[in-house]
């Protein structure tokens, strides 16, 4: 959570490489992973840190550094346009953007300076913020997520002049507050995620290392409450998975520390845990300190997939992995990556991963299509362009 955040190409002892030669490296990433299409958030220095994709998986909207929300169109050749939208320049930084699930026009993008604001793409503009200010001032928010049938709108705040930090819920349809939960987390809350299928169920994560798991369809926090998981450390993502062995839930974390832990959510049981270390011995690379987890995802096959890479070298490594037997196994090798990754989403019509990252650069990666790893640099190297606008767009500055 940074307003710009810095380059994490942190010094090493010993620069990063592979632990092991091409040929071995080939053998154990058997699906190598070229970019489609890439192009540039701005001609001026910039950060991608946000990403939704609509349920059509056309658009993408993309929140950066530069406090600054855009659209794009993603061609079935996944090229992507830029599209026209009145996005006013926010005033403060972004702190998610996320598409309804039911309707390919509606978009919404959270501010840290308390609105989370809903934006009908028809009309190509903004038509309402969500906002408390119950206590007489706006709450400032970290993030935020809609449940699955589009009717519940979840933010989570810092934790505030009282001492509390909150989880607000308001009413989309009706467009009103409906109240907070304020005794689940004693720092800031850093991510929420409402659950793939049951509208009422929402996992919270914090600095305070706790993962809570609420039934929001119950009338007191302490009646929502369900289950209580604690990491000993302060978490940065969240995502939910199915355990495709009894079909029960699971829910990952990715802490801020670059580890990785998994729950299962009914018998409150961690399923797995590992460091940075072992990670950076999964994604067969030596300097564990390089070591940049990006998040957990579920693929169309359901699979729990973990993208992490390193960041040497201005993130030259990017790496995914999926989950079995209690570990991870090498699975993809995304070739020639420009950047250190800080947000991705994957799209299951298209199969395609989508990143974006330090560099201000949003990358279309062919998840389906493999290459050889001994093509040469330039039969794959692709022109970086910033596309043309379609319509009106505001200055990137």
Not at 56 to 67: F, H, M
Request: hydrophobic share 30%.
């Amino acid at each position: 959570m940074f307003d710009d955040p810095q380059s994490s190409d942190e010094e090493s002892p010993v620069p990063d490489a592979d632990s092991c030669d091409p040929h071995q490296l080939q053998s154990r990433f058997k699906s190598s992973v070229r970019s489609r299409s890439e192009v540039a958030i701005s001609l001026k220095r910039t950060c991608g840190l946000h990403l939704s994709l609509s349920s059509d998986s056309r658009k993408l909207a993309v929140g950066s550094s530069r406090k600054e929300l855009q659209l794009y169109q993603l061609a079935e050749n996944g090229d992507l346009l830029v599209e026209s939208a009145d996005f006013d320049k926010f005033k403060s930084p972004i702190r998610g953007v996320r598409f309804f699930n039911g309707d390919p026009n509606l978009l919404m993008a959270c501010a840290e300076e308390g609105v989370v604001s809903l934006y009908d793409l028809r009309l190509g503009k903004s038509v309402f913020g969500f906002e408390d200010g119950s206590e007489g001032v706006r709450k400032t928010m970290t993030t935020f997520d809609v449940n699955q049938n589009d009717r519940v709108l979840c933010a989570s705040t810092e934790v505030q002049k009282g001492g509390d930090s909150f989880l607000l819920f308001f009413d989309i349809r009706e467009r009103k507050f409906l109240g907070s939960y304020w005794e689940c987390h004693s720092e800031d809350i850093t991510n929420v995620r409402f659950h793939p299928s049951n509208p009422d169920l929402l996992v919270s994560g914090s600095v305070d290392g706790l993962i809570n798991v609420f039934d929001i369809s119950q009338p007191t926090e302490d009646d929502a409450m369900q289950y209580c998981f604690n990491v000993d450390t302060a978490i940065e993502s969240l995502n939910w998975h199915r355990n495709p062995g009894t079909g029960k839930d699971w829910v990952s974390c990715v802490t801020t520390t670059n580890g990785f832990q998994l729950y299962d959510v009914e018998s409150q049981d961690a399923e797995v845990e590992f460091d940075r270390e072992k990670i950076t011995e999964f994604i067969c690379r030596k300097s564990s300190i390089d070591c940049n987890v990006v998040g957990a995802y579920n693929e169309g096959d359901g699979a729990l997939t973990l993208l992490a890479g390193s960041n040497y070298n201005k993130g030259e490594c990017l790496r995914s992995l999926r989950y079995s037997d209690k570990s991870f196994q090498p699975f993809q090798n995304f070739l020639h990556n420009k950047q250190i990754v800080r947000a991705s989403v994957y799209s299951e019509k298209e199969n395609a991963l989508i990143t974006t990252g330090e560099s201000g650069l949003i990358t279309v990666w062919s998840c389906g299509q493999d290459t050889e790893q001994e093509a040469t640099e330039g039969s794959i190297a692709q022109k970086l362009k910033q596309k043309a606008t379609i319509g009106k767009r505001a200055k990137p500055y």
